[in-house]
């Protein structure tokens, strides 16, 4: 609920919030990482909460950095989700689009969880 | 989005601009993020990106700016929240980035940018000699932090005046220290979502 919560508030950052001309986040990316972590949190009952921090582009980006795991999933708005994973100990990463990665994206989420 | 290529011939590399020279960004305190693996707080990656008209995300010339007998902690004034991180041209370089000054720009805006590509592409870094006005202090909230990306999979974070190479790591946050990231809530990164 936390993760969702720090993800509606930043509907309420205004345009050049970082100190250039970054975009306003958008809903639709807000609402896209909203309904992700709903979907993860029901299939990962031990879903830890990712930090929750806003582009430039007026996107949402999760990130989870623990157990060993750096990992990203991006929303933007106009743009398909995509995320990023890392191993720092066996160098294993990967990056793609959301869109058809529900189960591999689990699998990273659950490892980032333990 | 431009390509690579397109990138590298509009941002060219400027070889005047030396390796040792530190390159200075702002750091919004909504790019803070905890790091369990490293047990600290650092830049998120979104505080590297490009700009949001795809230009080249923007730095500061610590070198230019002490040329004009300024202190680098000036381009903090009127961000008590922000962090600073302090990359060295060369680092920039060899995660495939280019240095690319801005002139057009440097008297008129107070930001300017570095613009990387999509990941695993080249980078571009565009500089500027603009300074903004004169500065109260630097937070420090920033200035031990890190940031891994894919690229730019350690920035080197630190007071300007380090030594290029003097430190590619840095330092320390608690969870607890940076807790007030969220633009209406004071609550830590942990918990469930």
Not at chain 1, 34 to 51: R, Y
Not at chain 2, 56 to 79: A, L, T
Not at chain 2, 126 to 136: F, I, N
Not at chain 2, 139 to 155: D, F, M, N, P, W
Request: glycine share 10%; proline share 7%.
């Amino acid at each position: 609920m936390e993760a969702i919560c720090r993800a509606r508030d930043l509907a309420a950052l205004s345009r050049g919030w970082n100190s250039c001309d970054a975009h306003r986040v958008s809903d639709q990316a807000i609402t896209g990482s909203i309904q992700f972590l709903l979907g993860a949190a029901l299939d990962i009952p031990t879903l830890v909460a990712p930090s929750v921090v806003p582009t430039v582009r007026g996107g949402v980006q999760l990130e989870w950095h623990r157990a060993g795991m750096d990992m990203e999933i991006g929303f933007e708005a106009g743009i398909p989700a995509s995320w990023y994973a890392e191993d720092r100990e066996t160098g294993e990463s990967r990056e793609a689009l959301v869109a058809g990665q529900r189960d591999r994206i689990l699998r990273w989420l659950r490892r980032a969880s333990r | 989005m431009v390509s690579p290529e397109e990138c590298r011939e509009r941002f060219a590399d400027d070889p005047t601009i030396f390796d040792t020279v530190e390159l200075l960004r702002r750091i919004p305190p909504w790019h803070f993020v905890w790091d369990e693996n490293e047990g600290l707080h650092r830049p998120s990656s979104s505080a590297f990106e490009h700009d949001r008209d795809g230009d080249p995300m923007s730095v500061y010339r610590s070198d230019v700016i002490e040329e004009e007998g300024d202190d680098p902690k000036r381009v903090m004034k009127g961000h008590s929240r922000f962090g600073l991180v302090s990359l060295a041209s060369g680092f920039v370089r060899k995660k495939r980035q280019t240095v690319n000054p801005d002139p057009l720009r440097r008297r008129v805006f107070p930001c300017e940018g570095v613009r990387s590509q999509d990941k695993g592409n080249p980078q571009v870094v565009r500089t500027t000699v603009r300074v903004g006005d004169p500065a109260s202090s630097v937070t420090g909230r920033g200035r031990h932090l890190i940031a891994r990306r894919r690229q730019l999979s350690r920035v080197r974070l630190g007071a300007p005046s380090d030594p290029p190479g003097a430190r590619d790591y840095w330092g320390s946050f608690g969870r607890g220290e940076l807790p007030d990231w969220s633009p209406a809530r004071r609550q830590g990164a942990s918990g469930a979502p």
